[in-house]
């Protein structure tokens, strides 16, 4: 940004059809710049800069494309998101917004652009994927104002697109969740998710469970599984504190967990499953996994799954066993929801799934059939008396 003009008022030069090249100088410096429209627009244009630079906040004109702004943007973000979400930003970025606006220049871009971008995505994307490739681009137009490469978000006073219907997740009942769990008996996935199920723990945090971290009748969230396609398979830590914590688990979870756990002492001490024997003696390495990756020629209880497969085989067996269009998030918002149905303050439940509870509420707060029963009941019983209903 620069400070007062001077040399005049600039001026005007028609260079084609509505098209107009301004001429000013800003602290003794020439500026050009070129715009599209009448001669009324590009007057209008030319005052805004005058006075921009007797306010201070000139924004001197930029060859900067939204292509590399992106690019840099996504270098400048990379200490603050982790490498998963860098790695969605870029996808998005790269993909649905690069090639129609990233030859641009920055400066240029206008909101009935991005506008018209939104449409032709609505047309091929989810709703949801339209807005958050919305959020994205907003928050790489701000930083672009903030560093003084833009003087205005063409984002900001755009039409955000609508995030879509929140409820098109699944929401099972608790008769419902009893039989999914049920129906994953004697599969390799079983404890996998009835833990899911009955702490509302998220997939990667699962997957990263250490033998360490189950005490017989809690379990301690400390960090998560992720797969990123520049890194590999990986752990990292919560997104924040309120990731942190220590889940307490019933009896039943708490004896399936002891039973697994039994068979990986006997695997590592070569005692068959039906001999007796002492275990108490026998250790595991520090960071067994709870989860580790399936036995093999190599086995080790250190190696984690890839969080995919788990995904690929739970929506496989599900579909097989009646419930096609369930995902494992799902298992979550299951939880959480079946809690607040039961009267579990929000708070509580906010804390043993690791979330704020404004979020859980706006997010996966979603009623059940069963729930909506219960609450048309309570309604009934307030209205007797004033409607007379007996």
């Known amino acids: 940004m620069t400070g007062r003009r001077d040399h005049g008022d600039g001026g005007i030069d028609e260079r084609g059809n509505d098209r107009w090249r301004l001429r000013y100088r800003v602290d003794g410096r020439r500026y ?5 429209g009448s001669i009324t627009d590009a007057k209008r244009e030319l005052r805004a800069l005058l006075k921009a630079a007797d306010d201070g906040e000139h924004v001197a004109p930029t060859r900067t494309t939204l292509a590399a702004w992106i690019a840099t943007w996504l270098t400048l973000i990379d ?41 032709r995505l609505g047309d091929v994307l989810a709703p949801r994927t339209v807005h958050h490739i919305h959020t994205i681009l907003n928050a790489c137009f701000k930083a672009a104002v903030r560093k003084g ?15 879509g219907d929140h409820d098109a997740a699944t929401t099972l009942d608790q008769d419902q969740l009893t039989a999914l769990v049920d129906g994953f008996r004697g599969t390799a996935l079983f404890t996998i998710v009835a833990v899911a199920a009955y ?28 797969d990123t396609k520049s ?17 307490a688990i019933d009896d039943g979870l708490a004896g399936l967990l002891s039973a697994e756990r039994e068979k990986y002492l006997r695997l590592v001490a070569g005692i068959p499953d039906r001999a007796v024997a002492d275990l108490s003696l026998v250790k595991l390495p520090t960071d067994a996994l709870i989860f580790p990756s399936p036995a093999g020629p190599d086995f080790d209880l250190t190696r984690p799954r890839r969080p995919r497969n788990v995904t690929k085989e739970f929506v496989r067996h599900a579909t097989k066993i009646g419930f096609p269009d369930l995902r494992f998030h799902d298992l979550r918002g299951t939880h959480e929801t079946i809690l607040l149905d039961a009267g579990v303050p929000v708070h509580v439940v906010a804390a043993r799934c690791g979330h704020d509870p404004a979020v859980l509420l706006r997010s996966y707060a979603r009623r ?23």
């Open 32 to 36: 050009t710049k070129t715009v599209q």
């Open 79 to 119: 200490r603050t998101v982790n490498t998963k979400t860098l790695e969605r930003y870029s996808e998005l970025l790269y993909l649905h917004v690069e090639p129609t606006l990233g030859s641009r220049r920055l400066q240029s871009i206008k909101a009935t652009e991005v506008d018209a971008l939104y449409r």
């Open 149 to 163: 490469l833009a003087v205005l978000n063409p984002v900001a006073l755009a039409e955000a697109p609508s995030p």
């Open 199 to 226: 702490t509302g723990a998220r997939r990667g945090e699962i997957l990263a469970l250490r033998w360490s971290d189950f005490t017989g009748e809690t379990l301690r969230i400390e960090r998560a599984l992720e």
């Open 231 to 247: 890194h590999g398979v990986r752990f990292k830590g919560p997104k924040t504190e309120r990731g942190k914590r220590t889940i």
């Open 368 to 390: 059940t059939r069963k729930a909506d029963t219960s609450a048309a009941a309570v309604i009934g019983n307030l209205s007797k008396s004033v409607l007379g209903v007996t």
